[in-house]
Every structure is written in structure tokens, then in C-alpha cells.
């Protein structure tokens, strides 16, 4: 399979990226960003692309995928819906267009279209519009995730978060199973989906985990 990763520097998207390449049926992945990224693997072409509203001059590098995930997401603190909407809908919109493939979206638990809350707002527009499209279209809505195999958020008060946090997440697994994954168990549902894994249209993370 050929899967091709938006957002792989990130947290969700280094999770992603990791499972597709320890998973004997991926033979190629394609990652998209701005910046180079050091490439290790053999199986790995990375892409650098600056405009994600028009993603037509890199098409024919993105043809013949199998699946598309969408991992770009920027925090929505002291942002405005004008400045947040770009990454987290307009970019998954045109991704949608250009890559063919099971397409699968990070959105986040509480997504909603009619929310009062911004974030939750444009997640959950963004959500309708893609599952509306005439393809197979998934959503995951993980809640709290904890990041494993040395992979950190890119976002420093995320990071400081996850730190003082990580005693809690036995206890959460516990009591919230619906409201708790990790970035591996997240990457490996992300592929299972790709290979053509029955599951729901939107998955939270008690589905995401028996996926993985």
C-alpha cells in the first residue's frame, strides 16, 4: 500500500507515520510538509510543498494512494476562527481532493458542528463536509493521548501537559476507556482503516484502541 501522512512532524502525525512504516503491507509512504524532514527509511519520500490550499503542483507525486490521513492541527488558543480554519479545514478539504484513497481525518473528542466553541465548531464542520463526500472517508476523535516511543508534541504547553500528566494515564485508561489512547494504538486504527478494517465513521477512543 502506498498511504500518504499531512502533518508528520507532529505529534498524531509521528505516531502515524511510525505505524505505517513498521506495517509489512505499507511498501510506501509519502509524508507533506513545509520544511525538509530527515528521511531514514527506504520505503519513505518526503515532499515539500509550501501553498496547502492548492496542492496541484504536487499531484502526480501524491497519486495512487491508497489512503490519506490528515494529521495537521495547530492549537486554537489566542487564534481566530479566520486563523484556525485554514490548517484545520480548508488544507483537509483540498488533501481530500487531491489524494486518492481511504481518507482519514484527526479531529478531536467534543467535535461539534453546532458547538459554541470555536474549535469545536470548525472540527466539526469540517467532519460533515468530508464524511459527505462520495468516498470512504473516516474520523477520529481521540480525547486525551498519550504520546509513546519518544514521540512529544510540538506545542510546548502540550508538552509540559503530557509530562506532568503521565502518572494518570493507567487511572484514565480505567475510569475513561472513551476518552483515552496513545499515539501508537491511534496509528496502528489510522492503518487498520486503510487495509479496509470494519469500523463506524467516526471513532473515539474506546474504538480506536480495540482497532489497534
Not at 498511504?3 to 505516531?15: E, K, L, N, T
Not at 468530508?130 to 516511543?149: E, K, M, S, W, Y
Not at 501508537?184 to 482503516?193: H, I, K, Q
Amino acid at each position: 500500500m502506498k498511504i500518504v501522512v499531512f502533518g508528520a512532524s507532529g505529534m498524531v502525525g509521528q505516531g502515524a507515520l511510525r505505524e505505517c512504516l513498521l506495517d509489512p503491507d505499507v511498501d510506501s509512504v509519502v509524508t507533506v510538509g513545509r520544511a525538509p524532514m530527515d528521511v531514514t527509511d527506504v520505503r519513505r519520500r518526503h515532499v515539500v510543498h509550501a501553498d496547502f490550499r492548492d496542492l496541484s503542483p504536487v499531484a502526480d507525486e501524491l497519486a495512487g494512494a491508497d489512503a490519506c490521513f490528515y494529521c495537521m492541527g495547530v492549537t486554537s488558543a489566542g487564534l481566530t476562527e479566520a486563523e484556525y480554519l485554514p490548517v484545520t479545514h480548508d488544507y483537509a478539504l483540498e488533501a481530500a481532493r487531491v489524494v486518492g484513497g481511504t481518507y482519514v481525518y484527526v479531529s478531536g473528542e467534543g467535535a461539534n458542528a453546532e458547538s459554541k466553541t470555536m474549535w469545536a465548531r470548525v472540527k466539526g464542520r469540517t467532519e460533515n463536509e468530508l464524511l459527505a463526500l462520495d468516498r470512504p472517508v473516516f474520523v477520529v476523535r481521540p480525547g486525551f493521548i498519550q504520546p509513546r516511543h519518544g514521540i512529544t508534541s510540538r506545542t510546548r504547553i502540550y508538552r509540559y501537559l503530557y509530562s506532568w500528566s503521565s502518572w494518570l494515564f493507567p487511572l484514565l485508561r480505567r475510569v475513561a476507556p472513551a476518552y483515552v489512547t496513545s499515539t501508537e494504538n491511534l496509528g496502528r486504527a489510522m492503518v487498520a482503516l486503510a487495509k479496509g478494517a470494519q469500523a463506524p465513521k467516526l471513532l473515539r477512543s474506546d474504538e480506536i484502541n480495540r482497532l489497534a
